[in-house]
Each structure stands twice: as structure tokens, then as C-alpha cells.
């Protein structure tokens, strides 16, 4: 249960600053957005050949010059938008808005599904490693600390690596109750990147939890427990884990943003398991910047505005839920 006083923080904090309300609304589109991709989509995402000439559409109000060779001649003219494309196609003739909704559903539910991994592996690790010391803190630490000493993509590409690439459909639930017909009956969850981003960033978890259980352990009510009979695991499970929550809450709320990057460079470098993800969009127009620039801008926009609405939730839980730290909104 949350205490009344941590309920009174968040609200204080919330009432006082400007950029949780904006993060929450930001969020909370993108959410939305994901949620309904099949209703809002305008085209399959998976569907090709949206072409004018064979130049890919520019978003609404944006037209661009292309040209063709006539008796040698080059010649210019100008591309015009579509109103069936609200920010117009890609190199092979998707539509861009239709594939932004649909690539928020897979680094949505990456992030969320990833860092739930992390933390049902982390947590229990770094809260036993804390509560008995010693010679099985020493021991548990330095696994924690040669997991520390790889770059998260570098051991997530070798973890990609022996596990190979896993993709699960999750059936889609508003394509099945016939209310966005021609979509994608299922969504491609890309489950090695989920297993990967979990493995790479549990470590985190783990050495927050031992440092709340190193503390808590000395604490007076779980020496009483002690003395009353109670077993480790019951001290751990009713007095050290609920008790070491709140900052497990706030870096798990950070680390969702973290993993959308960490999911965004893997499907850029070709290892999402799905065609539906912002950081393939990105990869599938760099070569065409300077003509089609939309192809990888707006994508890289969601992961822009994905992170930093995550991001102010987070300082905003920072701030609210441990006092001592002075934050945007002046501390709870």
C-alpha cells in the first residue's frame, strides 16, 4: 500500500511543476496512439507501392523537388503531398503515420515488458546479496560487476547472437473484433530483444536493491522479527522488499526510457526481429535525407518525445517519493 504521505508528495509535486503535466500528456498520446494503432492508421503499415511516379509522398503541406531525364535533359519538377498520407510514405511506399503507430507499440512494449524482466531478476538478486553480506555479498557483487564492465549494446549484440532471433505474434485484439479491417492481425513482439534488454539491464536493479537491503537489514523492526523467530525469507518478503520499493519504482520508470534507446539501436542495426520498430524506420531512410528526410525524422521524433516524457515522470517520482533529493519542482 502506499502511505498517505507518499500519496501527498506526488500530488504536491505535481501541483507545483510544470513538467510532469507535460510529460503525463505526452505519454499518455503516445500510449493512447499505440493502444488504437489499428483504428487510427489511415493504411496498412505493411503495405507498399504509395507512390507518385515512384517518388515517395512528403507530409502534408511539404512538396520537394525530383527529376527525370528526358532526351538526355534533366529535368526538374515538384512533388506534391497527399492527404491520404498525413506525413507522407517512405523509400518503398509505406505510409509513415501508420508505421509511427505501429513502431510505438513495439518500443512500448519493449520498454515495459524488458525492464519488468530486469527487475524480477535484479531485485530478489541484489536483495539477498545485501541482507547476508559477506561472503555471498562478495561473491554475487563481482557477477554484478563483470556484467558492469560491458557496453549494454555490445552485450546485448552478443546475447542476440546465441540466442538468434525470436519474433512472437501477439493477436491483436481490435483487428479480431473486426473494427480495423486490412490491418495486421497480430503484433511482432521481438522476443530476444525483450529476453536481451532484460539480461543487459537487470544489474541495476540488483545493485539498488543490496544497497536498500544492506541498510534495512540493521534496521530496529527487523531485528525484532529476528529475535520472534522469523525465518530470512520471511524478513525479506514482509519487511526488506517492500521497504526497498521506492527506489526500485523510480529507476524502473527511468530504465524504460533507457531501454526504448537500447531497442531503437538494435532494430537500427537490424536485430528487432520486426519492420515495425522506430529505429528500422530511422535505418530505412538515412540514405534518403536529403530528399525524403521525413522517412527517419519522424520516427526519431517519437523516440525523442517517448524518452523525455518518461523522463519527467521519473524526476517527478524522484522528487516526491525521496525528500532529500532537491529536484525540478523544489523537493517534496
Known sequence: MISDRIKSNLR????TSLLPKVGLVILIAIVFMALFAPVLATHNPNTTGHFDDGNAYPPIGVSYDSYEVVDGERETYPVEFSSDHYLGTNNVGQDVFSRLLYGARTSLLVGVLGTGLAVLMGVPFG???GYYGGRIDDAMMRVADVMLAFPSLVLALALIGVFGSMSI??????VAAGFAEGMPAATTLPGTVTLVVGLVTWVWFARVARGEAMAIRNEEYVKAARSLGASNATILLKHVLPNSLTPVIVLATIQVAAIILLESSLSYLGFSGTTLSWGYEIQQGQDYLRTAWWVSTVPGIG???????????GDWLRDSLDPNIEGEGGGA
Request: aromatic share 4%; proline share 12%; charged share 10%.
Open 12 to 15: 504536491q509535486e505535481f501541483k
Open 127 to 129: 536483495l539477498v546479496s
Open 169 to 174: 505474434p501477439v493477436p491483436d485484439p481490435i
Open 303 to 313: 523516440i525523442v518525445l517517448s524518452v523525455i516524457s518518461i523522463n519527467l515522470l
